[in-house]
C-alpha cells in the first residue's frame, strides 16, 4: 500500500536523524529543524492513511457481509455505519466529474431538377461542418456548449450553465433549445420540417429555462431575452430568427427592422407507457414576444400554440404536431405587414406573418446485428403543410422520404425533398408569382458525418 512506502520512509528518515542529532557542526539548526518538520508532517500523513485504509477495511467487510447474506435475511445497517459507508465514499471516490470535448465533421452532395446544370454537372458536393461540443458536469453543476464552423459562416450553436436543483427541477442559463412543439426535432430527416424555416424547430436563444420532471409529467418554462446573437441584422447564424435586415435576402425578404425580444415559453408533456406495445407523449406548447422595431421605435408582438404527440411503438415512431403562430410588428409604411423576415445560414426571406403548420411524420427502424458494418436503418416520411392565414399567399408543403444509416460514430442521412412554394427549394413562400413557384421541385441530398 501506499501509506505502507511512506511508512517505511518516514522511519528511515527518522533514523538518519537520529544519526545527525549529534555535534552541531554535523548539520546547520536550521537544516535540522526543517528535517524535524518534514517528519512531523510525513507522521500525520501515515496517521491519515491509516485512517483512510482502516475505513476502507470497514467499508469491504460491510459490503461483502451485504452480498453473502441471504435473501430472505436482510442485512440490518445501523444509521452510524450508514454514516461511516458515506464518509469513506466521499472521501476515497469524490472525484471530479471530466468535461467531455466531442464534434462532428460532416460533407454534403446535393442535387436539385430545377439547377439548370443538373444535366451537365450531376449536382455538387462539398464540405458541410466541423463543429466542437463540451459537455460536462462537476457535482450539481452541468455544461454544454457547441460551436460550428461552415464553409461560409462560423456561429454558435449553443452554450449554458446548468443547474440540478433536486431529483425533479433543473435551471439552464444562457443559449439553449427552446421548448416548443415535438422536441428535440420535429422530423426525422437532415433537412427538418416546415416549422424549422418559421423559427419554429430546433431554436435556440439566450435565457433561462427551468426544467420539470416527475415520472411521466415534464414541464418546460422559459424567458429569453432575445436571440442567440443579440444581433438581429445578421444572418449568420443556425437558428432561424426574425431578421432585421435584408442582409443576403431573396424570396420575399424586408428590410423592416424587426427583432425577437423578451419572450416567454411553456411546454407541458404527459408520457403513458403502453408496456411491452410501447409509449406516447402528448403535449402542449404557448409562446409569447414582443417584437421591436428599430425604425419605428414601436414595439409589436409575436405568440405560437402547438399541441403534438410522439408515438414509439417498437421499430415504429409516429410524430404528428399541429401549430398556429402569428406575427404582429409595428412596420415602418410601406412594409407589407402579411410578411415577417426570418434569416439563418447567410440569407434572410420572407415567411408569412400568420400561419397554420400541419405536421405528420413516421419513421421505422430496423437493426442489422448481421452486419458487422452496419448497426440499423431507419426509413422515414415526414411531411409538412403550412396554411398562410393572411394576404394572398400560397399553400407550402413539403416531403421528405429517406433513409438514416447509422455505423459506429458514422450517420448517413440520404433524403429525397419535395415540395410546392417551399424555400431553399426554389420556392417562395410569400409570392406565388415568383420563380417555379405552384410547381413541384425536387432536391436529392446526401450527408455523412462523423460525430464522436
Known amino acids: 500500500m501506499k501509506w505502507m512506502k511512506n511508512l517505511l520512509g518516514a522511519c528511515g528518515l527518522l533514523a538518519m536523524l537520529t544519526v545527525l542529532a549529534g555535534p552541531a557542526t554535523a548539520v546547520e539548526q536550521a537544516d535540522y529543524d526543517a528535517l524535524l518538520n518534514e517528519v512531523r508532517q510525513l507522521r500525520t500523513q501515515v496517521q491519515q492513511m491509516a485512517t483512510m485504509e482502516q475505513r476502507l477495511q470497514q467499508l469491504e467487510t460491510l459490503l461483502t457481509s451485504q452480498q453473502q447474506a441471504p435473501a430472505a435475511t436482510p442485512v440490518v445497517v445501523s444509521e452510524e455505519s450508514k454514516a461511516t459507508v458515506k464518509e ?94 415535438l422536441q428535440p426535432y420535429a422530423s426525422h430527416n437532415f433537412w427538418f420540417s416546415g416549422a424549422y424555416y418559421v423559427g419554429l424547430e ?55 427592422g424587426n427583432e425577437e425580444t423578451n419572450q416567454f415559453n411553456a411546454r407541458l408533456a404527459y408520457n403513458i407507457d403502453h408496456g411491452d406495445a410501447g409509449n406516447t407523449e402528448l403535449g402542449v406548447s404557448g409562446q409569447w414576444g414582443q417584437l421591436y422595431n428599430n425604425n419605428t421605435d414601436d414595439t409589436g408582438d409575436h405568440w405560437a400554440g402547438a399541441v403534438h404527440l410522439n408515438g414509439n411503438y417498437g421499430p415504429v415512431n409516429v ?21 415577417i423576415t426570418m434569416g439563418a445560414f447567410t440569407y434572410s426571406w ?18 442489422t446485428d448481421s452486419l458487422a458494418w452496419l448497426d440499423s436503418i431507419t426509413f422515414y416520411s415526414d411531411n409538412t403543410f403550412i396554411d398562410p392565414d393572411a394576404g394572398d399567399q400560397p399553400d407550402i408543403w413539403q416531403n421528405v422520404v429517406g433513409a438514416l444509416f447509422a455505423s459506429g460514430p458514422v450517420y448517413t442521412y440520404l433524403d429525397v425533398i419535395s415540395g410546392e412554394n417551399m424555400i431553399f427549394s426554389a420556392g417562395n413562400m410569400v409570392d406565388e408569382t415568383v420563380g417555379s413557384n405552384n410547381e413541384r421541385t425536387t432536391r436529392v441530398n446526401l450527408n455523412i458525418g462523423y460525430y464522436w
Not at 443538373?118 to 463543429?131: C, L, S, T, W
Not at 431554436?203 to 446573437?229: Q, R
Not at 438581429?232 to 428590410?255: E, L, P
Not at 420572407?350 to 437493426?367: E, K, L, R, S, W
Open 88 to 181: 469513506v465514499v466521499e472521501e476515497v471516490f469524490s472525484e471530479k466529474q471530466p468535461i467531455h470535448f466531442g464534434g462532428a465533421m460532416r460533407i454534403n452532395y446535393g442535387y436539385k431538377d430545377w439547377d439548370e446544370t443538373r444535366d451537365e454537372k450531376y449536382g455538387d458536393a462539398g464540405f458541410d461542418v466541423f463543429r466542437i461540443n463540451a459537455d460536462g458536469a462537476i457535482n450539481d453543476w452541468i455544461l454544454s456548449a457547441e460551436y460550428r464552423f461552415y464553409s461560409y459562416m462560423n456561429t454558435v450553436h449553443h452554450g449554458y450553465v446548468g443547474y440540478n436543483v433536486n431529483d425533479q427541477w433543473q435551471i439552464q442559463a444562457g443559449i439553449h433549445q427552446v421548448p416548443f412543439g
Open 202 to 256: 430546433d431554436d435556440y436563444d439566450m435565457g433561462v429555462k427551468a426544467l420539470y420532471s416527475d415520472g411521466p409529467l415534464s414541464l418546460s418554462l422559459a424567458f429569453y431575452k432575445n436571440d442567440e446573437l443579440a444581433s438581429a441584422s445578421s444572418a449568420d447564424r443556425y437558428s432561424i430568427d426574425v431578421n432585421s435586415s435584408a442582409t443576403g435576402g431573396y424570396a420575399g425578404a424586408q428590410n423592416a
Open 319 to 339: 410524430q404528428l404536431e399541429y401549430a398556429s403562430y402569428e406575427y404582429d410588428p409595428e412596420n415602418p409604411l410601406g412594409m407589407d405587414d402579411d410578411i
Open 350 to 367: 420572407g415567411a408569412p406573418a400568420q400561419a397554420d403548420i400541419y405536421i405528420a411524420n413516421v419513421a421505422y427502424t430496423i437493426p
